[in-house]
């Protein structure tokens, strides 16, 4: 099982980028990393969970991999967190009676 906070699972988007300066990414390399494009674990699972807040692309990622992963035999479920935010939305992982840190037990649970 994977439970994506925030997850980046397409990196084309970062070529054009500031960042891509010490990434060095190429089109074929950013294919090549990104999860999206990447076989599905068939019969495995993925929670992908995102802030309500995050940006545009976050949350078009996250999406996107829950849709192209779920068509292909993979347990998917996606999450967004009203009011969070990139920099928030792990806020939960502190409380131990947290639905976030509830649901990585279950995962935990279930992989044993």
Not at 24 to 50: C, H, M, N, R, Y
Not at 61 to 80: F, H, L, M, P
Request: charged content about 20%.
């Amino acid at each position: 099982a994977a439970y994506a906070i925030s997850g980046l699972f397409d990196l084309a988007p970062l070529i054009p980028t500031s960042l891509n300066e010490k990434l060095g990414l190429d089109e074929a390399e950013a294919q090549a990393l990104s999860p999206l494009f990447w076989p599905a674990p068939k019969g495995k699972t993925l929670d992908a969970i995102v802030g309500g807040d995050e940006s545009s692309e976050f949350l078009r990622q996250s999406a996107a991999i829950v849709a192209a992963w779920g068509e292909d035999a993979v347990n998917t479920r996606y999450e967004e967190l009203d009011g969070a935010n990139h920099f928030t939305v792990i806020a939960p992982l502190v409380d131990p009676s947290s639905a976030m840190c509830e649901r990585l037990k279950q995962l935990a649970d279930a992989a044993r």
